[in-house]
């Protein structure tokens, strides 16, 4: 039996779409499994969401701003997400600028660092941001156990004066909660966990995942790891270049210029950016984790921070102290008053 032209034809335009598609399954994975942090391989339809002036992405609260910085040049949107290298990344986004301010001492502070957030577009340019192709939307996590505690040894025991001047007042008038309970007891690492972080909402120690709206994560295309900091801050520069004449941010801003101490700027730096930090975010916590946690407050932390550990997301390195199924075994150490 023989095949009519068109036939062939038809087949031969099957087995091509086919193989194509394989293809591209195939370069979309290659490119989100290169290193830890990746880019995501799917782009989501644009009339899918619609960005409303009360999501946390975009309205703008006295004391607690989640919007994302955003850079037109490089069309890339960033969200600051506390205890995972916010200092570094808000002088490197001042620097994109071209802004001296990039070295200030009081980078963190709008009226120098002069950075542009999502709020500050109208919302219907917001929402382009969010859902245009065009744009890279991108942020850095942390695994809770390590970042929680970097939190309470940064906020709490470094800056306990602050702490018990201001958290301690506010977590007085919350409820039932006695201020000179947590004067007392805050440089106890378990009081902090089951009291102050379920008390006091704190962008340093918030789960990360509820820092943007859940409509919102499948439109973040890049996610970076603390643990590869360096190597995934290095690919995110990489893959983004100025609309004026195609330089990479890595090119311009990320290959020197760094290291020592940034906040002077007479001292000519030769290290890339996050050169110095490969490992510093992670392992002065990390050395510590088995001196601050019990069995017990590994699970809590597991429970508290379950948004953190299970969505589809992250996807970190598990970090087991103890073996759960030992934890019942060995008392209630980890309970607080």
Same mark, same amino acid.
């Given at each position: /039996?023989?095949? !009519?032209?068109i036939v062939?034809?038809?087949?031969l335009?099957?087995? $091509?779409l +086919? #193989?194509c598609t %394989?293809l591209?399954?195939l370069k979309k994975s290659e490119?989100k499994?290169?290193?830890?942090?990746?880019f995501a391989d799917e782009?989501?339809? @644009?009339?899918?969401?619609?960005l409303?002036?009360?999501?946390?992405?975009? @309205?703008?609260? *006295?004391?607690?701003n989640f919007?994302?910085? +955003?850079?037109e040049?490089?069309k890339?949107?960033?969200f600051m997400?506390?205890?995972c290298?916010?200092?570094?990344?808000t002088r490197m $986004?001042?620097r994109? /600028?071209? #802004?001296?301010?990039?070295?200030a001492h009081?980078?963190?502070k709008?009226?120098v660092?002069?950075l542009k957030?999502? &709020?500050d577009?109208?919302?219907?340019?917001?929402q382009?941001?969010?859902t245009?192709?065009?744009? !890279?939307r991108?942020?850095f996590v942390?695994?809770?156990?390590?970042? +929680?505690?970097?939190? %309470?040894?940064?906020? +709490?025991?470094?800056g306990s004066?602050? %702490?018990?001047?201001h958290e301690? @007042?506010?977590y007085?008038?919350?409820?039932d909660?006695?201020?000179?309970d947590?004067?007392?007891?805050h440089?106890?690492?378990? %009081?902090f966990?089951?009291?102050? =972080?379920?008390?006091?909402? *704190?962008k340093h120690? /918030?789960p /990360?995942?509820?820092q943007?709206d859940e409509?919102?994560?499948?439109y973040?295309?890049?996610i970076?790891k603390i643990?590869d900091?360096?190597e995934d801050? !290095?690919?995110?520069l990489k893959?983004?270049?100025?609309e004026k004449?195609?330089i #990479?941010a890595?090119d311009?801003w990320?290959t =020197?210029g760094?290291g020592?101490?940034?906040?002077?700027c007479e001292?000519? &730096? =030769?290290?890339?950016?996050?050169?110095?930090?490969?490992?510093?975010?992670e !392992?002065?916590a990390h050395e510590?984790l088995?001196?601050?946690y019990?069995?017990?407050?590994e699970?809590f932390v597991?429970?508290q921070?379950?948004?953190? $550990?299970n *969505?589809?997301y992250f996807?970190f390195?598990?970090?087991?102290?103890?073996p &759960?199924?030992?934890?019942?075994?060995?008392?209630l150490e980890?309970?607080t008053?």
């Amino acid at each position: /039996m023989h095949r !009519t032209p068109i036939v062939k034809y038809v087949l031969l335009l099957l087995l $091509f779409l +086919v #193989s194509c598609t %394989f293809l591209l399954k195939l370069k979309k994975s290659e490119v989100k499994n290169e290193g830890n942090g990746y880019f995501a391989d799917e782009v989501v339809s @644009h009339e899918d969401v619609e960005l409303d002036a009360n999501d946390i992405i975009y @309205h703008k609260r *006295n004391d607690k701003n989640f919007a994302p910085v +955003v850079n037109e040049e490089y069309k890339v949107v960033f969200f600051m997400i506390a205890k995972c290298a916010t200092s570094e990344w808000t002088r490197m $986004f001042v620097r994109m /600028m071209g #802004s001296p301010n990039w070295c200030a001492h009081w980078v963190h502070k709008p009226e120098v660092n002069r950075l542009k957030f999502l &709020h500050d577009y109208p919302i219907d340019q917001a929402q382009e941001i969010m859902t245009s192709p065009d744009w !890279t939307r991108a942020l850095f996590v942390r695994n809770p156990k390590d970042r +929680v505690l970097s939190a %309470f040894l940064d906020k +709490v025991i470094n800056g306990s004066k602050h %702490f018990v001047s201001h958290e301690c @007042h506010n977590y007085g008038k919350k409820g039932d909660n006695k201020q000179e309970d947590c004067i007392a007891y805050h440089r106890d690492f378990g %009081f902090f966990l089951k009291n102050v =972080t379920t008390v006091l909402t *704190n962008k340093h120690w /918030m789960p /990360m995942y509820d820092q943007i709206d859940e409509k919102w994560w499948p439109y973040i295309n890049f996610i970076g790891k603390i643990q590869d900091l360096n190597e995934d801050a !290095t690919r995110l520069l990489k893959s983004i270049k100025s609309e004026k004449d195609g330089i #990479s941010a890595w090119d311009r801003w990320g290959t =020197t210029g760094w290291g020592g101490d940034e906040r002077n700027c007479e001292i000519k &730096h =030769t290290q890339s950016f996050l050169e110095r930090n490969d490992a510093r975010h992670e !392992t002065d916590a990390h050395e510590k984790l088995r001196k601050y946690y019990t069995p017990e407050l590994e699970i809590f932390v597991e429970e508290q921070y379950k948004n953190d $550990f299970n *969505n589809p997301y992250f996807d970190f390195n598990p970090i087991e102290l103890y073996p &759960h199924n030992d934890a019942s075994k060995l008392g209630l150490e980890g309970q607080t008053r």
